[in-house]
């Protein structure tokens, strides 16, 4: 007679399991081919008359005319973008083993909730900051680039570094939560790096 099968053995984990993973990694490889394809050259030629109409907005007004309230503004997404690389490098750096003496847990977690309200900060002032000089920004290759690695940036944060966060550390192979970390790190950085080379465009 054979044996009984077992409904709790566990399983080798598959892209199945992790829906939210899976979701992510068609995503990103839809955007870059998205960017690697005609259609692009298309849609950036159709957001024009977009960023044409963000200027006469009324904080594309206020952006241009308030230079007290687009400097108020840009302090603000400085802080916050500085806030949300705190929160990942503290993250991180605990996946990596740093900050030893901190439950992994609790750094993990608390560090996740401060990123996302920073980064509803970064957007929400962003966009802001782009009405006023919506025309100029269009016509920067620097700002695409930057577009690009934030979409990268939210798309591996939620839907593929957090799913493996969420799992109890313990069970995860340790060179993919350190991998994970540092690939977060550097899809940050390179955000951060995109948008100060816009100030400087």
């Known amino acids: 007679m054979s044996p009984t099968t077992n409904p709790n053995t566990e399983h080798a ?8 993973t899976s979701i992510a990694v068609i995503s990103l490889a839809l955007l870059l081919a998205f960017s690697f394809s005609s259609l692009r050259g298309d849609t950036w030629v159709g957001l024009l008359s977009f960023f044409e109409w963000m200027e006469t907005t ?4 206020v952006g241009k005319t308030w230079g007290g309230a687009f400097a108020l503004i840009q302090a603000a997404h400085l802080v ?3 806030v949300l690389g705190g929160a990942v490098l503290f993250s991180d750096g605990r ?3 740093l900050f030893s003496s901190l439950p992994i847990r609790d750094v993990v977690d608390g560090a996740h909730r401060v990123f996302v309200w920073a980064l509803a900060v970064v957007v929400g002032t962003g966009v802001f900051m782009v009405c006023g000089v919506a025309v100029k920004v269009y016509y920067l290759p620097v700002f695409w680039y930057k577009m690009l690695t934030l979409a ?4 591996f944060a939620l839907f593929i570094r957090k799913p493996l966060v969420d799992r109890e550390i313990s069970e995860v192979n340790p060179k993919i939560v350190k991998l994970v970390a540092v690939a977060s790190i550097m899809i940050w950085f390179t955000v951060a790096a995109t948008g100060r080379w816009i100030g400087f465009s």
């Not at 984990?13 to 939210?20: E, I, K, L, V």
């Not at 009324?58 to 007004?61: H, L, P």
């Not at 990268?152 to 798309?155: A, I, M, N, P, Y």
């Open 80 to 82: 916050s973008l500085g």
């Open 152 to 155: 990268v940036g939210v798309l």
């Open 95 to 97: 996946l990596l083993g």
């Open 58 to 61: 009324w904080f594309g007004y």
């Open 13 to 20: 984990p598959s892209f199945g399991s992790y829906p939210r």
